[in-house]
Protein backbone atom coordinates (compact mmCIF):
# COMPACT_ATOMS: atom_id res chain seq x y z
CA UNK A 1 0.00 0.00 0.00
CA UNK A 2 1.73 3.44 -1.01
CA UNK A 3 -0.21 6.53 0.45
CA UNK A 4 0.86 10.19 -0.82
CA UNK A 5 0.44 12.46 2.27
CA UNK A 6 -0.77 15.91 1.71
CA UNK A 7 0.40 18.63 3.85
CA UNK A 8 1.80 16.07 6.50
CA UNK A 9 3.64 18.67 9.07
CA UNK A 10 0.13 20.89 9.72
CA UNK A 11 -1.45 20.56 11.99
CA UNK A 12 1.22 18.85 13.85
CA UNK A 13 -0.71 16.16 15.38
CA UNK A 14 -1.04 14.63 12.05
CA UNK A 15 2.00 13.10 11.85
CA UNK A 16 0.70 10.26 14.22
CA UNK A 17 -1.58 9.25 10.96
CA UNK A 18 2.28 8.71 8.79
CA UNK A 19 3.49 7.44 11.88
CA UNK A 20 1.02 4.44 12.11
CA UNK A 21 0.86 4.09 7.94
CA UNK A 22 4.54 3.30 8.32
CA UNK A 23 4.53 0.76 11.44
CA UNK A 24 1.71 -1.04 9.42
CA UNK A 25 4.22 -1.42 6.44
CA UNK A 26 3.00 1.18 4.04
CA UNK A 27 5.13 3.54 2.06
CA UNK A 28 4.26 6.82 3.06
CA UNK A 29 5.29 9.62 0.71
CA UNK A 30 4.66 13.35 1.71
CA UNK A 31 4.39 15.94 -0.03
CA UNK A 32 3.84 19.92 0.95
CA UNK A 33 5.55 23.43 0.53
CA UNK A 34 7.58 23.12 3.44
CA UNK A 35 11.06 22.91 3.56
CA UNK A 36 12.42 19.63 4.87
CA UNK A 37 14.52 20.66 7.57
CA UNK A 38 11.47 22.77 8.74
CA UNK A 39 9.87 19.37 9.88
CA UNK A 40 9.95 17.78 13.18
CA UNK A 41 12.42 14.57 13.86
CA UNK A 42 8.70 12.53 14.58
CA UNK A 43 7.57 13.31 11.13
CA UNK A 44 10.70 13.22 8.83
CA UNK A 45 11.08 9.34 10.78
CA UNK A 46 7.40 8.33 9.43
CA UNK A 47 7.80 9.05 6.10
CA UNK A 48 9.19 6.99 3.91
CA UNK A 49 10.18 9.73 1.62
CA UNK A 50 9.44 13.61 1.20
CA UNK A 51 8.94 15.88 -1.85
CA UNK A 52 8.75 19.44 -1.56
CA UNK A 53 6.74 21.87 -3.86
CA UNK A 54 7.00 25.73 -4.49
CA UNK A 55 2.97 25.69 -3.87
CA UNK A 56 0.74 23.21 -2.92
CA UNK A 57 -2.31 25.82 -4.35
CA UNK A 58 -0.11 25.00 -8.06
CA UNK A 59 -1.97 21.64 -9.29
CA UNK A 60 0.50 21.81 -12.60
CA UNK A 61 3.02 21.52 -10.02
CA UNK A 62 1.49 19.55 -7.87
CA UNK A 63 0.38 16.68 -10.71
CA UNK A 64 4.15 16.87 -11.98
CA UNK A 65 5.64 15.91 -8.64
CA UNK A 66 2.91 12.96 -8.35
CA UNK A 67 3.87 12.04 -11.46
CA UNK A 68 7.85 11.58 -10.47
CA UNK A 69 6.71 10.10 -7.11
CA UNK A 70 5.26 7.68 -9.52
CA UNK A 71 7.83 6.95 -11.43
CA UNK A 72 9.56 6.13 -8.27
CA UNK A 73 7.68 3.63 -6.48
CA UNK A 74 4.95 2.49 -8.88
CA UNK A 75 1.30 3.53 -10.77
CA UNK A 76 -0.49 0.98 -8.83
CA UNK A 77 -2.31 0.77 -5.29
CA UNK A 78 -2.34 4.56 -4.36
CA UNK A 79 -4.33 7.05 -1.46
CA UNK A 80 -4.02 10.08 -1.43
CA UNK A 81 -5.00 12.05 1.86
CA UNK A 82 -4.60 14.99 4.07
CA UNK A 83 -7.42 14.79 6.64
CA UNK A 84 -7.21 18.67 6.06
CA UNK A 85 -10.50 20.38 4.89
CA UNK A 86 -8.14 22.96 2.99
CA UNK A 87 -7.22 20.01 0.81
CA UNK A 88 -10.29 18.01 0.14
CA UNK A 89 -10.16 19.45 -3.57
CA UNK A 90 -6.87 19.10 -4.47
CA UNK A 91 -7.14 15.48 -3.32
CA UNK A 92 -9.96 15.10 -5.25
CA UNK A 93 -8.51 16.39 -8.60
CA UNK A 94 -5.61 13.82 -8.55
CA UNK A 95 -7.75 11.34 -7.87
CA UNK A 96 -9.43 12.08 -10.99
CA UNK A 97 -5.87 13.05 -13.10
CA UNK A 98 -4.77 9.92 -11.79
CA UNK A 99 -7.67 7.68 -11.58
CA UNK A 100 -7.33 6.70 -8.23
CA UNK A 101 -10.32 5.82 -5.37
CA UNK A 102 -11.91 8.19 -2.93
CA UNK A 103 -13.87 10.89 -3.35
CA UNK A 104 -13.59 12.64 -6.69
CA UNK A 105 -14.63 16.22 -7.46
CA UNK A 106 -17.88 15.27 -8.48
CA UNK A 107 -18.75 13.40 -4.94
CA UNK A 108 -16.41 16.54 -3.68
CA UNK A 109 -19.23 18.91 -5.00
CA UNK A 110 -22.32 17.71 -2.82
CA UNK A 111 -20.04 18.34 0.97
CA UNK A 112 -18.06 21.11 -0.03
CA UNK A 113 -20.84 23.81 -0.77
CA UNK A 114 -23.08 24.52 1.74
CA UNK A 115 -26.19 24.62 -0.71
CA UNK A 116 -25.08 20.81 -1.05
CA UNK A 117 -24.74 19.75 2.29
CA UNK A 118 -28.54 20.38 2.49
CA UNK A 119 -29.33 18.78 -0.19
CA UNK A 120 -27.56 16.05 1.39
CA UNK A 121 -29.17 16.37 3.72
CA UNK A 122 -32.76 16.41 3.28
CA UNK A 123 -32.10 12.89 0.45
CA UNK A 124 -32.05 11.25 4.10
CA UNK A 125 -34.62 13.16 5.20
CA UNK A 126 -32.39 14.67 7.41
CA UNK A 127 -34.25 18.28 9.22
CA UNK A 128 -32.13 21.07 8.06
CA UNK A 129 -31.92 25.07 8.92
CA UNK A 130 -34.29 26.71 6.06
CA UNK A 131 -31.66 28.49 3.43
CA UNK A 132 -30.93 29.77 0.10
CA UNK A 133 -28.32 30.73 -2.10
CA UNK A 134 -29.59 34.49 -3.13
CA UNK A 135 -27.98 37.20 -4.54
CA UNK A 136 -30.41 40.68 -4.75
CA UNK A 137 -31.80 42.68 -1.92
CA UNK A 138 -35.54 41.27 -3.31
CA UNK A 139 -34.65 37.79 -2.53
CA UNK A 140 -33.33 38.35 0.67
CA UNK A 141 -36.22 40.66 1.58
CA UNK A 142 -38.48 37.37 0.32
CA UNK A 143 -36.65 35.23 2.03
CA UNK A 144 -36.86 37.38 5.43
CA UNK A 145 -40.63 37.15 4.80
CA UNK A 146 -40.78 33.65 4.90
CA UNK A 147 -38.06 33.15 8.11
CA UNK A 148 -38.30 36.03 9.77
CA UNK A 149 -35.25 38.30 11.61
CA UNK A 150 -32.34 37.37 12.35
CA UNK A 151 -30.47 36.02 9.31
CA UNK A 152 -27.23 33.93 9.06
CA UNK A 153 -25.41 35.07 6.17
CA UNK A 154 -22.27 33.06 5.20
CA UNK A 155 -19.52 31.96 1.91
CA UNK A 156 -21.36 28.73 0.27
CA UNK A 157 -17.96 27.66 0.47
CA UNK A 158 -15.96 27.94 3.64
CA UNK A 159 -14.46 27.03 6.38
CA UNK A 160 -15.44 27.64 9.84
CA UNK A 161 -17.33 30.80 10.24
CA UNK A 162 -15.10 33.38 8.41
CA UNK A 163 -17.06 35.97 7.06
CA UNK A 164 -20.27 34.84 9.04
CA UNK A 165 -22.44 37.43 9.26
CA UNK A 166 -25.68 37.35 11.68
CA UNK A 167 -28.48 39.98 10.20
CA UNK A 168 -31.03 41.27 12.37
CA UNK A 169 -32.85 44.18 10.11
CA UNK A 170 -33.16 45.75 7.10
CA UNK A 171 -30.48 48.05 6.88
CA UNK A 172 -28.26 45.93 8.47
CA UNK A 173 -29.59 43.36 5.11
CA UNK A 174 -28.65 46.51 2.86
CA UNK A 175 -25.32 47.40 4.07
CA UNK A 176 -24.54 43.48 4.13
CA UNK A 177 -25.10 43.46 0.30
CA UNK A 178 -23.16 46.81 -0.19
CA UNK A 179 -19.99 45.68 1.00
CA UNK A 180 -19.96 41.74 0.50
CA UNK A 181 -17.01 40.41 -1.87
CA UNK A 182 -17.64 38.91 -4.97
CA UNK A 183 -18.51 34.90 -3.28
CA UNK A 184 -22.08 33.00 -3.13
CA UNK A 185 -23.29 33.30 0.28
CA UNK A 186 -25.94 31.27 1.22
CA UNK A 187 -28.71 32.82 3.93
CA UNK A 188 -29.98 30.70 6.68
CA UNK A 189 -32.86 31.12 8.96
CA UNK A 190 -31.58 31.85 12.55
CA UNK A 191 -31.87 28.74 14.81
CA UNK A 192 -31.72 29.60 18.69
CA UNK A 193 -30.03 26.13 19.62
CA UNK A 194 -26.93 24.35 21.09
CA UNK A 195 -24.53 22.96 18.97
CA UNK A 196 -24.41 19.15 19.17
CA UNK A 197 -21.95 16.87 16.88
CA UNK A 198 -21.59 13.80 15.20
CA UNK A 199 -17.86 12.39 14.48
CA UNK A 200 -16.66 9.52 13.79
CA UNK A 201 -14.57 7.03 10.90
CA UNK A 202 -15.76 4.69 8.00
CA UNK A 203 -14.49 1.71 6.96
CA UNK A 204 -13.38 0.55 2.83
CA UNK A 205 -17.15 -0.20 2.37
CA UNK A 206 -18.58 2.73 4.03
CA UNK A 207 -19.78 1.13 7.22
CA UNK A 208 -19.40 3.24 10.28
CA UNK A 209 -17.23 1.52 12.70
CA UNK A 210 -16.47 4.41 15.16
CA UNK A 211 -18.72 7.84 16.55
CA UNK A 212 -19.44 9.83 19.00
CA UNK A 213 -20.91 12.91 19.77
CA UNK A 214 -19.59 16.58 20.99
CA UNK A 215 -21.73 18.89 23.22
CA UNK A 216 -20.66 22.50 22.39
CA UNK A 217 -20.90 25.54 24.92
CA UNK A 218 -21.20 28.06 22.69
CA UNK A 219 -21.37 27.72 18.01
CA UNK A 220 -18.15 28.86 16.33
CA UNK A 221 -19.65 32.06 14.71
CA UNK A 222 -20.37 33.20 18.37
CA UNK A 223 -16.60 32.55 19.21
CA UNK A 224 -15.21 33.68 16.41
CA UNK A 225 -17.63 37.43 15.58
CA UNK A 226 -17.87 37.27 20.08
CA UNK A 227 -14.39 36.52 20.86
CA UNK A 228 -15.93 34.01 23.29
CA UNK A 229 -14.14 31.13 24.62
CA UNK A 230 -14.62 27.51 23.05
CA UNK A 231 -15.11 24.60 25.25
CA UNK A 232 -16.35 21.01 23.89
CA UNK A 233 -16.86 17.77 25.51
CA UNK A 234 -17.58 13.73 23.59
CA UNK A 235 -20.67 12.32 25.40
CA UNK A 236 -20.69 8.97 27.07
CA UNK A 237 -24.16 7.94 25.64
CA UNK A 238 -24.77 9.05 22.21
CA UNK A 239 -28.98 10.30 21.88
CA UNK A 240 -30.44 8.07 20.08
CA UNK A 241 -31.61 10.85 17.66
CA UNK A 242 -28.26 12.01 17.03
CA UNK A 243 -27.21 8.52 16.03
CA UNK A 244 -29.94 7.90 14.09
CA UNK A 245 -29.89 11.36 11.76
CA UNK A 246 -26.02 10.77 11.94
CA UNK A 247 -25.95 7.00 10.57
CA UNK A 248 -28.88 8.51 7.42
CA UNK A 249 -26.47 11.21 6.72
CA UNK A 250 -22.91 9.15 6.38
CA UNK A 251 -24.66 6.71 4.20
CA UNK A 252 -25.69 10.14 1.93
CA UNK A 253 -22.50 10.62 1.71
CA UNK A 254 -21.51 7.39 0.72
CA UNK A 255 -17.97 8.10 2.50
CA UNK A 256 -15.19 5.51 2.96
CA UNK A 257 -12.29 5.29 5.11
CA UNK A 258 -12.62 8.46 6.09
CA UNK A 259 -13.30 10.69 9.28
CA UNK A 260 -16.32 12.55 9.11
CA UNK A 261 -17.49 15.72 11.27
CA UNK A 262 -21.64 16.96 11.13
CA UNK A 263 -22.95 19.72 12.89
CA UNK A 264 -26.48 19.28 14.51
CA UNK A 265 -28.44 22.55 16.65
CA UNK A 266 -30.53 21.10 19.39
CA UNK A 267 -33.26 23.79 19.63
CA UNK A 268 -33.65 25.51 22.78
CA UNK A 269 -37.60 25.76 22.97
CA UNK A 270 -38.33 22.10 21.87
CA UNK A 271 -35.13 20.32 21.88
CA UNK A 272 -35.58 19.31 18.45
CA UNK A 273 -32.24 18.65 15.89
CA UNK A 274 -31.59 20.18 13.04
CA UNK A 275 -28.37 19.66 10.80
CA UNK A 276 -26.51 22.26 10.47
CA UNK A 277 -23.01 21.21 8.26
CA UNK A 278 -21.51 18.52 7.21
CA UNK A 279 -17.41 18.06 7.05
CA UNK A 280 -15.60 14.64 5.64
CA UNK A 281 -12.68 15.02 7.55
CA UNK A 282 -11.71 14.43 11.30
CA UNK A 283 -13.16 17.76 14.02
CA UNK A 284 -10.74 20.38 14.21
CA UNK A 285 -7.91 21.00 16.80
CA UNK A 286 -6.81 17.61 18.87
CA UNK A 287 -10.21 16.43 18.61
CA UNK A 288 -8.87 13.08 17.32
CA UNK A 289 -6.99 12.99 20.71
CA UNK A 290 -9.97 13.14 22.67
CA UNK A 291 -11.49 10.25 20.80
CA UNK A 292 -8.30 8.03 21.95
CA UNK A 293 -8.61 9.79 25.85
CA UNK A 294 -12.31 8.72 25.71
CA UNK A 295 -12.08 5.14 24.70
CA UNK A 296 -8.95 4.02 25.38
CA UNK A 297 -7.93 3.61 22.25
CA UNK A 298 -6.04 4.98 18.79
CA UNK A 299 -7.69 5.84 15.93
CA UNK A 300 -4.98 6.96 14.69
CA UNK A 301 -3.87 3.29 13.91
CA UNK A 302 -7.09 2.35 13.46
CA UNK A 303 -7.48 4.21 10.14
CA UNK A 304 -3.78 3.39 9.41
CA UNK A 305 -5.29 -0.27 9.66
CA UNK A 306 -8.25 0.29 7.13
CA UNK A 307 -6.19 1.87 4.90
CA UNK A 308 -3.69 -1.51 4.97
CA UNK A 309 -5.25 -3.95 6.39
CA UNK A 310 -8.93 -2.95 5.27
CA UNK A 311 -9.99 -4.02 9.32
CA UNK A 312 -10.68 -2.15 12.48
CA UNK A 313 -9.68 -3.19 15.83
CA UNK A 314 -11.55 -1.93 17.99
CA UNK A 315 -15.05 -2.80 17.66
CA UNK A 316 -15.73 -3.13 21.35
CA UNK A 317 -14.57 0.55 22.84
CA UNK A 318 -16.89 1.23 25.26
CA UNK A 319 -16.47 5.06 25.96
CA UNK A 320 -15.43 5.07 29.59
CA UNK A 321 -14.75 8.54 30.15
CA UNK A 322 -16.54 12.14 29.14
CA UNK A 323 -13.43 13.99 27.51
CA UNK A 324 -13.44 17.68 27.78
CA UNK A 325 -11.77 20.45 25.66
CA UNK A 326 -11.15 24.11 27.48
CA UNK A 327 -9.46 26.69 25.58
CA UNK A 328 -8.38 29.79 27.43
CA UNK A 329 -7.75 33.43 26.31
CA UNK A 330 -4.72 35.66 26.69
CA UNK A 331 -7.60 38.66 27.19
CA UNK A 332 -9.38 37.07 30.21
CA UNK A 333 -7.36 37.10 33.53
CA UNK A 334 -8.75 33.65 35.20
CA UNK A 335 -8.42 33.18 39.00
CA UNK A 336 -6.19 29.61 38.79
CA UNK A 337 -3.10 29.96 36.90
CA UNK A 338 -1.80 27.49 34.92
CA UNK A 339 0.27 25.66 36.79
CA UNK A 340 -2.65 25.54 39.73
CA UNK A 341 -4.91 24.20 36.95
CA UNK A 342 -2.21 21.62 36.43
CA UNK A 343 -1.17 21.07 39.98
CA UNK A 344 -4.97 20.67 41.27
CA UNK A 345 -6.39 17.93 38.33
CA UNK A 346 -3.05 16.55 37.70
CA UNK A 347 -4.93 13.23 37.75
CA UNK A 348 -7.97 14.03 35.14
CA UNK A 349 -5.77 16.39 32.27
CA UNK A 350 -4.67 14.02 29.73
CA UNK A 351 -2.85 16.53 27.41
CA UNK A 352 -2.22 20.49 27.44
CA UNK A 353 -0.14 22.98 25.74
CA UNK A 354 0.25 26.37 23.76
CA UNK A 355 -2.27 26.52 20.54
CA UNK A 356 -1.08 27.37 17.25
CA UNK A 357 -1.07 31.42 16.78
CA UNK A 358 -3.27 30.53 13.74
CA UNK A 359 -6.40 28.25 15.65
CA UNK A 360 -5.95 30.63 18.73
CA UNK A 361 -9.00 32.95 17.79
CA UNK A 362 -11.38 29.79 18.13
CA UNK A 363 -9.63 27.08 19.80
CA UNK A 364 -7.46 29.72 22.65
CA UNK A 365 -4.29 30.39 23.37
CA UNK A 366 -3.90 27.62 26.20
CA UNK A 367 -5.58 24.31 26.20
CA UNK A 368 -6.38 21.93 28.30
CA UNK A 369 -7.50 18.06 27.67
CA UNK A 370 -9.46 15.94 30.60
CA UNK A 371 -11.08 13.49 31.34
CA UNK A 372 -13.79 11.65 34.09
CA UNK A 373 -16.46 9.58 34.18
CA UNK A 374 -18.55 11.73 36.08
CA UNK A 375 -20.21 14.59 34.21
CA UNK A 376 -20.47 16.14 37.52
CA UNK A 377 -17.03 16.55 38.01
CA UNK A 378 -16.26 17.56 34.41
CA UNK A 379 -18.64 20.68 34.99
CA UNK A 380 -17.43 21.72 37.88
CA UNK A 381 -13.54 21.54 36.61
CA UNK A 382 -14.31 23.37 33.89
CA UNK A 383 -15.89 26.02 35.78
CA UNK A 384 -13.27 26.33 37.50
CA UNK A 385 -11.07 26.79 34.49
CA UNK A 386 -12.68 29.40 33.33
CA UNK A 387 -13.32 31.50 36.52
CA UNK A 388 -11.93 35.13 36.25
CA UNK A 389 -10.24 37.17 39.24
CA UNK A 390 -10.35 40.72 38.06
CA UNK A 391 -10.26 42.08 34.41
CA UNK A 392 -6.94 42.88 32.96
CA UNK A 393 -8.21 45.91 32.07
CA UNK A 394 -9.69 47.28 35.42
Not at 168 to 194: Q, T, W
Not at 199 to 219: A, E, M
Not at 225 to 241: A, G, M
Not at 368 to 393: A, P, V
Amino acid sequence: MKILFLSPHFPSNIYLFCLRLKQLGATVVGLADEPYNNLSRELQESLTEYHRVNSLENFEEVKGAFHYIMSRFGKENWVIESHNEHWLELEAKLRDEFNLQGYKLEDLSKVKRKSGMKELYRSEGVPVARGKVLDSLQECQEFVNQVGYPIIAKPDIGVGASDTFKISNDDELIAFLSHRRNRSFIFEEFIDGDIESFDGLTDTNGNIVFYTSHIFNSGIMEVVTEDEELSYYSVRKVPEDIRELGFRSIKAANLKAKFFHLEFFRTKKDKQVVALEMNMRPPGGFTVDMFNFANDIDLYDEWASIIVKKQFNSSHYSRPYFCCYVGRKDKFHYMHSHEDILAKYSKQIVKSGVMPEIFQKVMGAQFYIFRTSNLDELTSIRQQMYKRGLNKDA
